[in-house]
């Protein structure tokens, strides 16, 4: 059995802690500020599930900022390559939104159409 250290990778947003990775898959609890959002984006061939663990986690689905569904605990949420998508909390949440996210090893494989922190698309 091999033990290791998690990953903390500060993010606008919030951060993600990558506590798993190998050729095949990447885990990840990632935690986002109230009022705060990703990237809409989607990937090439990267293909990613997210376990809600607390909070509310708000999903868009399109450019449109109204296109969105709400998540709360123990709600799953799975991406497929080329779905366009956006993980938020919204900014009337009370605490952070955390999320376990399971993917393929695909961690550069990000299509960003916008971006709240002007990060290069």
């Given at each position: 059995m091999t033990t290791r250290e998690s990953v903390i990778v500060s993010k606008p947003w919030g951060h993600e802690e990558i506590w798993a990775e190998t050729d095949a898959y990447i885990g990840k609890r990632m935690y986002i500020k109230p009022g705060h959002r990703m990237s809409l984006q989607y990937h090439e061939i990267k293909e990613e599930t997210v376990f809600v663990l607390d909070g509310k986690l708000r999903i868009w689905t399109s450019e449109i900022d109204s296109d969105y569904i709400d998540l709360i605990a123990g709600?799953?949420?799975?991406?497929?390559?080329?779905?366009?998508?956006?993980?938020?909390?919204?900014?009337?949440?009370?605490?952070?939104?955390?999320?376990?996210?399971?993917?393929?090893?695909?961690?550069?494989?990000?299509?960003?159409?916008?971006?709240d922190y002007s990060r290069q698309q």
């Open positions: 709600e799953i949420y799975h991406v497929s390559p080329k779905q366009i998508h956006r993980f938020g909390c919204p900014k009337e949440s009370t605490f952070a939104c955390s999320i376990m996210e399971v993917s393929t090893a695909h961690l550069k494989d990000v299509v960003r159409l916008k971006d």
